[in-house]
Structure formats: structure tokens, C-alpha cells
């Protein structure tokens, strides 16, 4: 054994693999808005991807009506308290059954915004709740139909998401290691596959590339 080796310190390792989280989302502001200048995505997940993502070009419709989607929520949010309990009615079905599929968390990245994604057949009921009850900001998409993305199935899929400004990748950062490491229990020095690219098929940083 070698003796160089010292006894493990979690919380030294959880706060490294969130301020390696954050490394990537801050990268994010750069590229959607000096490289590509349009929208893009970033997919932290456990397994490397094996298909080609699905790439998709918002209108410019649906960009206004996210930008004024984001002024109101800014505005409800701005002096809101604490949540405390579940704010939202969950869905009654829908939720995650097969415990072998690739766990993920996804980000989209907006001009002034950028929001994470948990669909919802990738947790099962009891991990929402204990999302709710333990993390602010969390909504079902349902609940608030405004930010609804490009082509997204609102009812099929209905997935989790939070809203954050740029500024927050930090708090992003933390949200991710708790779903990651407290909620789904994975060890903290699990290897997981990051890919970010634009929409539309601009421009593709990484493709399954590992962090540990």
C-alpha cells in the first residue's frame, strides 16, 4: 500500500468535483455568445453518449417569448422567500422505471439564461420529492409552460428544471453534486461524460470526454 496515500477527505473531493462542474458551465457563456453567438447545450452524464444528439435551431419567436419568460420570472422571484415543503402537485405517472438507464443532467444555454434539465423517466418519483424539499427553484415545466423550449413534449416528458442567471454556475455546480452524489447516490470520484455543443450543428466542443 502506499503510505503516501491519505485517508480519503469527501468533502475536499466534493467541492473539487463542483468547482469541475462549474468549469464547464462557465465555458458555456463564452461559446454561446462569442464562438457560435446562438443557444447550446451541455449533458453531464454517466455513461458516454453512443448516438448522435438531437440538435435543434429555436425561432426566433420562441427566443422572444423565453427572454420575457425570464423578465417575469426574474421579477417573481426577485424578493421571493425560502420554498419550504412541495410547491408543485407532481405527476402521477411518467417517472422512471428501468434503474439501468444512463443517468443525466442536461443544461440548456439561453442568451440571458441558462436552466437545468431533468427529465422526468430519469428519476424516480420519491428522488423528486426529495429534490423539492431540500433544493429551492425546481419547477415542472407544467407548472410553468413559459419556458418551454424548442419542440419540447411538454406532457410526454413535463421535465424538471430550474432557472439560473449568468453569474450562478457555482450554484448550478452544487445543484448537479447534490442530484448527483446525494439524490442518486454515485461515489463522488465516479467518472462521468461530458458533451456540449451548439444547436442547430454550429459548433460541438466536447462528445462524451471524461471527468473524475
Same mark, same amino acid.
Request: charged share 35%; hydrophobic share 35%; net charge negative.
Given at each position: 500500500?502506499?503510505?503516501?496515500? =491519505?485517508?480519503?477527505?469527501?468533502?475536499?473531493?466534493?467541492?473539487?468535483?463542483?468547482?469541475?462542474?462549474?468549469?464547464?458551465?462557465?465555458?458555456?457563456? =463564452?461559446?454561446?455568445?462569442?464562438?457560435?453567438? =446562438?443557444?447550446?447545450?451541455?449533458?453531464?452524464?454517466?455513461?458516454?453518449?453512443?448516438?448522435?444528439?438531437?440538435?435543434?435551431?429555436?425561432?426566433?419567436?420562441?427566443?422572444?417569448?423565453?427572454?420575457?419568460?425570464?423578465a417575469e420570472w426574474t421579477h417573481e422571484n426577485a424578493s421571493a422567500a425560502?420554498?419550504? =415543503?412541495?410547491?408543485?402537485?407532481?405527476?402521477?405517472?411518467?417517472?422512471?422505471?428501468?434503474p439501468s438507464r444512463n443517468r443525466f443532467v442536461q443544461f440548456a444555454i439561453e442568451r440571458n439564461w441558462f436552466c437545468m434539465d431533468l427529465p422526468r423517466n430519469t428519476l424516480f418519483r420519491p428522488e423528486a420529492e426529495e429534490i423539492l424539499a431540500r433544493r429551492r427553484g425546481f419547477f415542472y415545466l407544467r407548472d410553468r409552460k413559459?419556458?418551454?423550449?424548442?419542440?419540447?413534449?411538454?406532457?410526454?416528458?413535463?421535465?424538471?428544471?430550474?432557472?439560473y442567471i449568468y453569474g450562478d454556475e457555482d450554484s448550478a455546480a452544487e445543484d448537479m453534486a447534490f442530484i448527483f452524489f446525494e439524490v442518486w447516490k454515485f461515489p463522488v470520484e465516479s467518472r462521468l461524460y461530458v458533451t456540449a455543443a451548439a444547436f442547430g450543428g454550429k459548433k460541438r466542443w466536447e462528445r462524451g470526454f471524461p471527468i473524475e
Amino acid at each position: 500500500m502506499d503510505s503516501t496515500i =491519505g485517508p480519503f477527505d469527501y468533502r475536499a473531493e466534493l467541492e473539487r468535483r463542483v468547482q469541475q462542474f462549474a468549469h464547464y458551465l462557465k465555458l458555456m457563456h =463564452g461559446r454561446a455568445h462569442d464562438e457560435v453567438q =446562438g443557444n447550446c447545450y451541455i449533458i453531464f452524464e454517466e455513461r458516454p453518449p453512443d448516438g448522435a444528439t438531437d440538435e435543434r435551431k429555436l425561432s426566433e419567436e420562441r427566443r422572444v417569448a423565453l427572454q420575457l419568460a425570464f423578465a417575469e420570472w426574474t421579477h417573481e422571484n426577485a424578493s421571493a422567500a425560502p420554498e419550504s =415543503g412541495i410547491p408543485f402537485d407532481l405527476p402521477d405517472d411518467g417517472w422512471r422505471e428501468d434503474p439501468s438507464r444512463n443517468r443525466f443532467v442536461q443544461f440548456a444555454i439561453e442568451r440571458n439564461w441558462f436552466c437545468m434539465d431533468l427529465p422526468r423517466n430519469t428519476l424516480f418519483r420519491p428522488e423528486a420529492e426529495e429534490i423539492l424539499a431540500r433544493r429551492r427553484g425546481f419547477f415542472y415545466l407544467r407548472d410553468r409552460k413559459q419556458f418551454t423550449l424548442y419542440h419540447e413534449d411538454v406532457e410526454g416528458y413535463d421535465p424538471f428544471r430550474k432557472i439560473y442567471i449568468y453569474g450562478d454556475e457555482d450554484s448550478a455546480a452544487e445543484d448537479m453534486a447534490f442530484i448527483f452524489f446525494e439524490v442518486w447516490k454515485f461515489p463522488v470520484e465516479s467518472r462521468l461524460y461530458v458533451t456540449a455543443a451548439a444547436f442547430g450543428g454550429k459548433k460541438r466542443w466536447e462528445r462524451g470526454f471524461p471527468i473524475e
